[in-house]
C-alpha cells in the first residue's frame, strides 16, 4: 500500500469472449466496494477494470459466430460496461486491450525488453488449452491429454516462439515474497506461490506465430508473430497508470522515472485461479523492463455450487445476478460482500440470500424508517436542536472497526461492524422509549436528544453503508436533507440539527421473490 493516501487498484480484464457473470461480478464488486470505502476514508482513488481482447479463445468465438473479432469485442465490451452501470460499479476507467494506447505501451514495452537482451527465440514444443489460455507439458495433463484447471482437451503444438528469460528473474521474486510478507494475500495463496518456485521456474513463451494465430498485438521486432494474450492483457495495468507514453521518442517514455502517473499499482484483486500469472509472469516481467512491481495482490475465493466453480455450472440454481431485479442492485452487493469472508470459498444458496436480505430491512431499514417518523410525528420532521451526541462513541468504534477490517480487505467484517452499530442504535431505541418521553412534558429535553441522536447515527450508517449500497443510501442521504452521502469525515462533522427529514417508501421492503411460491 502506497503511504501517500492515493489507491491505485485494479480487477482482471474479463475475456471478451462470453457474457458477464456471477464471478465476474464478484471480483468487480468486491474492488468496487474497497474503491468506495478508501474514497469515504478520503483518499485519491484510480479504479480500473476492462477487457481483455486478443488471443485465441476471441479469435475462435468471432469465428463460431461468424463475426470479425472486433465487432465481437465491441460487442462484448458493451455488455460488461452495461453490466457494471446496472451493479453500480464506480470505475475511472474501462480499458480494452485493442486501444491503440495499449496496444502502442505493449509494443514499447516488448520493444524495451529485446533491447535489454531480455528475449530470445527457440522452438516451442508442447501442450496448449486454448479455454485457458496457457500451455502445458505433457506431465501436467490429465487423462486424454485434458488440461488440468478446465478438464477440456488441449492441443499439441510445435512452433517458433520468443521467449522472456523468466528463468533469471527466479531468486529475485522469491526474495521480494519473502521480504514482503503481505505481498501476497492471502497467506494460502503466497504460500502456493513459494511452494510453485520451489521449482525451477522456466523461461515463458511471449509470442505466437501469425500462421496459428492472427488476432494479437503484432511483435515490434517481429511482424511474423504476435504477443501472447496474458502478457499483453497484464501490460493493461501499466497503460492505465500513464506511466508510459509511447508516443515520446523511447528514451524519454519514463522507464526509470513514473512519478507522475498511478504506477506502481497498490492493489491488483483477482480470483485465486489467476494468481501464478498475477504473481510470477507480470513481477518477473516488470523486473525485466526495469520498473517496480505491483504493490500487492489479493487474491479471493469461488462462488460454488456443491463442489463446482459457479460460473462453470449454475444448475438450476437461481443466478443470484438475476435477484437485482426483484431486490435491487444493493441487496446482492450485500449478499455477495457480506456472505463470503474474502479469499475463501463460499456457497451460494437462495435461502441464505433471503437472510440476509432480512437482516438489511429488519435492521438498517427498519432503524431508518422508525427514525425518521418518529422525527415527523413528535418534532414536526425537523431534527431537534440538540447534541445528538448520544452514540458518538459507538460510531468512532464502529468507523476504526470497519477501517481496519477494510484494511486487510475483510470486507465481510467490515460490514459486519456497520450492521452492529445499526443494531445498537435499534437497542438505544428500546432503552431511551421516546414514545413514553413524548407522553411526559418534563422529559422534552430527553426526547430531542434521542432523536438527534438517531438522526447524527443514520448520518453515519449512511456513510458506512454507502460502499456496498451506494443507490439506497443516497435515498437516506436525500431524506435526511443532504444532497449526497458523507464521507466518513463528514458525517461526523456536519450539523444536522434544525434540518428538515422527508419520510419514504422503506429502504428495503419486504419482498415475496418471485420463485419463493415455486
Ligand atoms: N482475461 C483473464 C484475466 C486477465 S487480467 C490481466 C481472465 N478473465 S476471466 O473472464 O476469465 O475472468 C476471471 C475472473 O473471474 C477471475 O477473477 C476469476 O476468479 C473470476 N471468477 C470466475 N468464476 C468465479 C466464481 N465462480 N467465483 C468467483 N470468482 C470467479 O481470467
Redesign the pocket.
Known sequence: MSDDGRRYLTT????ASGEP????A??TILADVLARFWRQDGRDVFFLTGT?EHGQKIQEEAARRGVEPLALCDEMAERFAAAWRTLSISHDRFIRTTEPEHVAVVQAFLQRLWDRGEIYEDTYRGWYCVHEERYWTAKDLGPDNACPDCGRPTRHVEEKNYFFKMSTYQDALVRHIRENPDWIVPEVRRNEILGFLQNPLEDLSISRPKSRLRWGITLPFDEDHVAYVWVD??I?YLTASGAIDPSRPPAEQGWDDVSGSWWPADLHL?????IT?HAVYWPTLLMGVGLPVQRQILA?????VGDT???KSLGNVIDPLALRDDFGTDAVRWYLMREMPTGSDASYTPERFLTRYDELGNVLGNLASRAISMIGKYRDGVVPDASGTGLDAQVAETFARAREAMEQYKVHEALAAAMDLARTANGYVEDRQPWSQAKDPSQAGDLDETLATLARTLLALCALFEPVAPGRMGDLAGRLGLDGVPTLEQARATDLRRRPVTKGDPLFPRIEPSWASD
Do not use: F, R
Not at 482482471?12 to 475475456?15: A, G, M, S, V
Not at 457473470?21 to 465476474?24: E, I, K, R, S, V
Not at 483477482?270 to 489467476?274: A, L, P, R, S, T
Open positions: 482482471p480484464i474479463y475475456y457473470h456471477l464471478g465476474h464478484y471480483t481483455d492483457a497484464l493493461n483477482m480470483g485465486k485461479d489467476i500469472t479471493h475465493g469461488w462462488w460454488v466453480k459457479m460460473s
